[in-house]
């Protein structure tokens, strides 16, 4: 629960000023489109093209920054065991298992009697070094992927405040030399 809300706050600390710029940008056109201005370069209006490229911008930096924040499961290459659960610590795999019985099988032999003893503590040791070692492997490249898509997120969004500069500029200038 406290993730998602954690998620939110991070969602509305950059989605929200964006929100805000892009109100001002078609504000903005609205204005330029309402009073005619145009500058024209080889017979193409640059104030709705670079509308267009600051709105196409942002689209994509929002997409990209939503996929940085939302989860992410995917596992590659997890190695799956039929006689054991495929790992102790992922809960996605954990949750694979049907029963909460099932699940202890696998530690204890009676899972009705806690006294049995437990699954041999090297196995057991063995299998958790094991699935940390991956788990934390899986964690660093989901991490770097992460940082890769939040940093094209953020040249998107750089684009888009370049072009939404460039169109209030331009159309600063066609005001007043047209």
């Known amino acids: 629960m406290k993730a998602n809300l954690h998620q939110s706050e991070i969602a509305s600390h950059l989605l929200i000023p964006i929100a805000f710029l892009t109100a001002a940008a078609t504000f903005s056109f609205n204005f330029l489109f309402q009073e005619e201005i145009s500058v024209i370069f080889k017979g193409i209006n640059l104030i709705p093209l670079l509308f267009l490229g600051y709105i196409i911008s942002t689209s994509a930096g929002i997409l990209l920054f939503l996929k940085v924040i939302g989860p992410s499961f995917y596992i590659k290459d997890w190695p799956q065991h039929k006689e054991r659960p495929s790992s102790i610590f992922f809960f996605k795999l954990i949750g694979k298992i049907k029963t909460v019985e099932d699940w202890m099988n696998f530690f204890i032999e009676d899972p009705h009697n806690q006294n049995n ?62």
């Open 117 to 178: 003893e437990y699954i041999k503590t090297e196995d057991l040791i063995e299998k958790a070094i094991h699935d940390l070692t991956l788990e934390s492997y899986q964690l660093s490249k989901k991490a770097i992927r992460k940082v890769k898509l939040n940093s094209l997120a953020h040249v998107f969004f750089c684009t888009s405040v370049c072009l939404f500069l460039l169109m209030i500029s331009l159309g600063i200038i066609g005001y007043f030399y047209t």
